[in-house]
């Protein structure tokens, strides 16, 4: 399984921007797919995940953020709304080929692949 991350951007506080994860391989159907961010000097963090019938977010970026997949296009997508300073991060996608429960999908430990991450950055 492949992933391919993109859609990152430099943006003003309070704007939007949509990442995009295409994965390639596997059982897209059954796939678990999380994005996960990590900021500089800090430690990964989960942020949103989503198979299919499910999803979870980061209580950082409820009501906020929102993850969707379009089986059509084995894509994922995460809206980002209302976007933060302290959103700035490289955001990575990561794929686990299987269905998570949900408790599961905030664990980095649970994904089998990564992808290549894609720069957030957030000015105030």
């Known amino acids: 399984v492949q992933l391919q991350a993109s859609g990152g951007g430099l943006v003003q506080a309070g704007g939007s921007l949509r990442l995009s994860c295409v994965v390639s391989g596997g059982t897209f159907s059954r796939t678990t797919v999380g994005w996960f961010r990590q900021a500089p000097g800090k430690e990964r963090e989960f942020v949103a995940a989503?198979?299919?019938?499910?999803?979870r977010h980061a209580d950082s970026v409820k009501g906020r953020f929102t993850i969707s997949r379009d089986g059509a296009k084995n894509t994922v997508y995460l809206q980002m709304n209302r976007l933060k300073f302290d959103d700035t991060a490289v955001y990575y996608c990561a794929a686990a080929q299987r269905g998570l429960i949900w408790s599961s999908m905030g664990s980095a430990f649970e994904y089998d692949n990564w992808g290549q991450g894609t720069q957030v950055t957030v000015s105030s």
């Open positions: 989503g198979r299919v019938g499910t999803t």
